[in-house]
């Protein structure tokens, strides 16, 4: 089974500065990789999803990118954060979940 | 737009009781059907998967599946005050996983 990496575990930023958040997978090839974000006391919203190197799909219009740039590397990235950016940011991969960063814009 | 819906609880059982959790879903294309347990500040672990109409069975847990229905449920044998956490339902159409809101769950000891 694969194992996801996923870091940092917690990161509190300012408004307006930017994101760059890493997800790598190991114990897989070509997997399907998604990003989820889930806000206080809420369930997971799907952000992005990826099905190989260089493809990517945008669930939520919004603030936020992502990128495949290796088979099994995901990024999650902003040029400018913003207070509703705010949550808890999971990469997940065939049915198992990182164990996510906790993010707080001030 | 494709839709999970469960609800949000929170559902309160006495210890040794049946969990029942219920999760309907919007799109008849749906193809893989998934429960996950969170405790608070943690991510998702899977607890089962089902991908065909009937039941499933794994320790205490069954997951029931009627796709005619559009609804999937899981029920939780000899409730644990462990068992305490949110459920999440997730449902797959194509290269699509879609979670539901969530049900809370408490096992009164």
């Known amino acids: 089974s694969q194992t996801i990496h996923q870091w940092p575990a917690t990161l509190v930023q300012p408004v307006g500065s930017p994101l760059s958040l890493e997800c790598t997978v190991e114990?897989?090839?070509?997997?399907?990789l998604y990003w989820y974000r889930q806000a206080a006391g809420r369930g997971l919203q799907l952000l992005f999803y990826s099905v190989g190197i260089g493809q990517i799909s945008s669930e939520v219009p919004q603030n936020l990118s992502a990128s495949r740039p290796q088979d099994r590397q995901f990024i999650l990235s902003s040029k400018k954060l913003l207070l509703s950016d705010s949550g808890f940011y999971l990469c997940?991969?065939?049915?198992?979940f990182g164990s996510g960063t906790q993010l707080s814009v001030l | 737009q494709k839709e999970v819906e469960q609800n949000s609880g929170p559902l309160s059982v006495p210890e040794g009781a049946i969990a029942s959790l219920n999760c309907t879903y919007s799109d008849r294309g749906s193809q893989s059907f998934f429960w996950y347990r969170q405790y608070s500040g943690k991510s998702p672990e899977l607890i089962m998967f089902i991908y065909s109409n009937g039941d499933k069975e794994d320790g205490r847990f069954t997951a029931q599946l009627n796709k005619a229905s559009q609804y999937v449920s899981l029920l939780i044998r000899d409730s644990q005050p462990s068992d305490s956490a949110t459920y999440l339902c997730a449902v797959t159409f194509y290269d699509k996983v879609i979670f539901g809101p969530g049900t809370s769950l408490s096992v009164i000891p």
């Open positions: 997940a991969c065939g049915g198992t």
């Open positions: 114990g897989t090839s070509n997997p399907n």
